[in-house]
């Protein structure tokens, strides 16, 4: 009776362990919950630029994720706009919106951005391209392609600084569950 028992725990915890295993690897490659977390590789993620071209998102230090239909990415875009325009700003930024290059750089333009933007037109859910554009306006910085720190989008200036060198390591600003902020 007790070794029935004792079997049936231990398969029953090696279930457990393959369920959590595979959820794991799953939060590797979409962020957790559908989201990008910190300590998450963004490096291969690729984003559309205006030419044609694509761009890895390891080619950034810091990405803006932004909709311009979205009244939140409205009401931070001058202040995106005022710190964009600080000469002590770090290199390396990229601006992604879904759908349309011609909207997002229409948006950019309006609001003193001078940033390379990119987009996302198709993505399927469940995808590292998904996870990028769930929250909006959105910031990540980036160390060699990895999530350092991120964001609401009101918090730019507070993600910045995970990119200063003085700081010596990067440090999360954020919980690495946050919350969903929909427009």
Known sequence: MIAARSTRTA????????VQFSLLADR???????????GDDLAGVR???????????????LVLVFDPECAHSR?????WGKLLQDPAR???IVAVAPGSHEAAALHAEAHGWQVTVATVD?????SRDHALLSRTPWVFALQD???????????????????????GTPRAVRPQLATVHLP
């Open 11 to 18: 398969a029953a915890l090696a279930a457990l362990a393959a």
């Open 28 to 38: 590797l490659e979409t962020g957790s919950a559908g989201h990008v977390a910190v």
């Open 47 to 61: 984003v559309g630029g205006g030419d044609g071209r694509d761009r890895l998102l390891g080619e950034f230090q």
């Open 75 to 79: 009401q931070v875009a001058p202040e």
């Open 90 to 92: 770090p290199g390396g």
């Open 122 to 126: 198709r993505y399927r859910p469940g």
């Open 145 to 167: 392609g990895r999530v350092v720190a991120q964001g609401h989008g009101d918090e730019l200036a507070e993600v910045v600084t995970a990119l200063s060198p003085a700081r």
